[in-house]
DNA sequence: TTGCTCCTCACGTCACGTGAGGTGGC
DNA sequence: TTGCTCCTCACGTCACGTGAGGTGGC
């Protein structure tokens, strides 16, 4: 017979483990003293003991382990089980490689450029969007030429889905592409309702895209360095740039663009 | 201003982690109506936000999250941390990366040996032990050819320790060694003794190792089939044999062996 | 008497998820 | 009136670790 601590020892596992397992009709001594309430185990009893360590390390939760062990799962659930276990794992070892990737591209900003990394670049999916828009050309991709471009077009637009009837739904987007004339600009607003050529406007369905997005705050003239850090997150974390960035006004109100929040979305890919 | 249910669908978070984000002190509104309580931001906070959740992601706790977005980590300490957060996730992948083996080992055994594996395999290190042993030669490994050798060095160890007044500790152990004569059988048991000539026996230190244990009850007629589960078990996942293996005897009183309990251990490497 | 082992509660962990029960504006 | 959003508690999660407070044999 073992004493609960004999069996801890020759287990590797702790005195309260064993009680736990107890409690959990995992492992029930042999024989427990009526008067003192001490456990007593036979030798036999570290071969199960055993069992709910092998299965415990597999990464099982208590109470699987109690199923299997008292043949509450055939053979077919049990490998349903570790099929299941092994998807989990190598879910959760991808995840953690991703994670250690970015810990090592912050740690890599610190130690050789000398940078604080910027802490605000988060990945999310976002969803495809239909939106009401117009367009219009601009010489470059500086703020100087874009914003007297795109800021008449916002009033406009609303004024158009006003007298359509079209309810705005969420903050208005800007999005840009290059051709040869210059950049397109194209000023857009959700909306729910199906085109129609008798729209003076565009209806666009924007597609979902995974996207690396950081939240810009003050004026239109310094976009630009933000949308700079943003890509030098991307390089760091060995991601690249898929498909067309997107500004999402958040807080836009009032003459002064220096109070405005925007919010930047730039597609990716894994390399 | 957004509304909490504004904040959670640009941020892609739950309302509840921005209750929690403000109990905790990590996020707090930028106004709170005195008469209902509903919590209200600022488009800007929603930066605070993805800071939070970029920490977060890193693998840091709520608390280190706070620390380092109200300035009370410097440079350095941040360092000290991601480098800290690296190696665990470094040593996380690596002990999943076993795990998942593990399960595939057993996946390989239903699926194409048809086998429900044997699950009472456990890893552990054993420490180093100092013995008192007797030996002999015996002819084989076969189980009838080592115990008439062995079953009387007990008894006859147990005198000779008696008779020099030492204290015997944990169960017996036998291990065994191949040379030119046969099978170099060891009675041992563990003591607290230095070595002397005046001894009738040896004292030795058998080494810390790294090894596969199984439990084997019954008799020790039958116990080659349960080091053979250990050596398939060891083969299947991947290890080595490395240096000499023990049989601890958890459990033997009695003529009547088929009662007995004992402990096969296998010292490992990773191949 | 001191140390050691054993016992039974019962709180704490970590970041929320999930009701329960209720309010306020369209 | 129904739906939707918001609110505040407060329990549950998972496998124990860690006291607190006490007992029994060397």
Redesign the interface.
């Given at each position: 017979m073992f004493t609960i601590g004999d069996l801890a020892r020759?287990g590797?596992v702790s005195v309260r483990m064993l009680r736990h397992y107890d409690a959990l009709g995992l492992l029930q001594p042999a024989h427990v003293d009526p008067s003192t309430g001490h456990r007593h185990y036979?030798?036999?009893q570290?071969?199960?003991l055993?069992?709910v360590?092998?299965?415990k390390?597999?990464?099982f939760t208590l109470q699987q382990v109690g199923e299997?062990l008292d043949d509450k799962v055939d053979?077919e659930e049990?490998?349903g089980m570790?099929?299941l276990?092994?998807a989990e794992?190598?879910e959760?070892?991808a995840s953690?490689?991703a994670?250690?990737s970015?810990?090592?591209a912050?740690?890599h900003m610190?130690?050789s450029e000398g940078l604080?990394p910027t802490?605000?670049?988060?990945l999310?999916s976002v969803p495809a969007v239909r939106v009401a828009e117009l367009t219009a050309t601009a010489a470059s991709f500086e703020p100087q030429d874009i914003s007297p471009v795109i800021q008449p077009l916002y009033p406009d637009l609303c004024a158009r889905l006003k007298r359509a009837g079209v309810q705005i739904a969420d903050p208005s987007i800007a999005y840009y592409e290059q051709n040869a004339d210059g950049i397109v600009v194209h000023a857009a607003m959700p909306v729910n309702v199906e085109s129609s050529p008798e729209h003076d406007f565009e209806v666009v369905d924007l597609p979902a895209q995974d996207t690396a997005?950081?939240?810009h705050?003050g004026c239109m003239s310094e976009i630009g360095n933000t949308w700079q850090s943003l890509a030098r997150w991307i390089d760091a974390n060995g991601y690249r740039s898929a498909g067309l960035a997107r500004e999402l006004y958040?807080?836009c109100e009032g003459q002064d663009d220096s109070t405005w929040?925007t919010?930047l979305q730039e597609p990716i890919t894994t390399v």
């Amino acid at each position: 017979m073992f004493t609960i601590g004999d069996l801890a020892r020759h287990g590797r596992v702790s005195v309260r483990m064993l009680r736990h397992y107890d409690a959990l009709g995992l492992l029930q001594p042999a024989h427990v003293d009526p008067s003192t309430g001490h456990r007593h185990y036979e030798a036999h009893q570290l071969s199960r003991l055993n069992r709910v360590i092998a299965l415990k390390d597999l990464g099982f939760t208590l109470q699987q382990v109690g199923e299997v062990l008292d043949d509450k799962v055939d053979v077919e659930e049990l490998r349903g089980m570790l099929r299941l276990r092994r998807a989990e794992l190598a879910e959760r070892i991808a995840s953690d490689t991703a994670r250690l990737s970015r810990v090592e591209a912050r740690l890599h900003m610190i130690e050789s450029e000398g940078l604080v990394p910027t802490d605000d670049v988060v990945l999310k999916s976002v969803p495809a969007v239909r939106v009401a828009e117009l367009t219009a050309t601009a010489a470059s991709f500086e703020p100087q030429d874009i914003s007297p471009v795109i800021q008449p077009l916002y009033p406009d637009l609303c004024a158009r889905l006003k007298r359509a009837g079209v309810q705005i739904a969420d903050p208005s987007i800007a999005y840009y592409e290059q051709n040869a004339d210059g950049i397109v600009v194209h000023a857009a607003m959700p909306v729910n309702v199906e085109s129609s050529p008798e729209h003076d406007f565009e209806v666009v369905d924007l597609p979902a895209q995974d996207t690396a997005t950081i939240v810009h705050r003050g004026c239109m003239s310094e976009i630009g360095n933000t949308w700079q850090s943003l890509a030098r997150w991307i390089d760091a974390n060995g991601y690249r740039s898929a498909g067309l960035a997107r500004e999402l006004y958040l807080y836009c109100e009032g003459q002064d663009d220096s109070t405005w929040v925007t919010e930047l979305q730039e597609p990716i890919t894994t390399v």
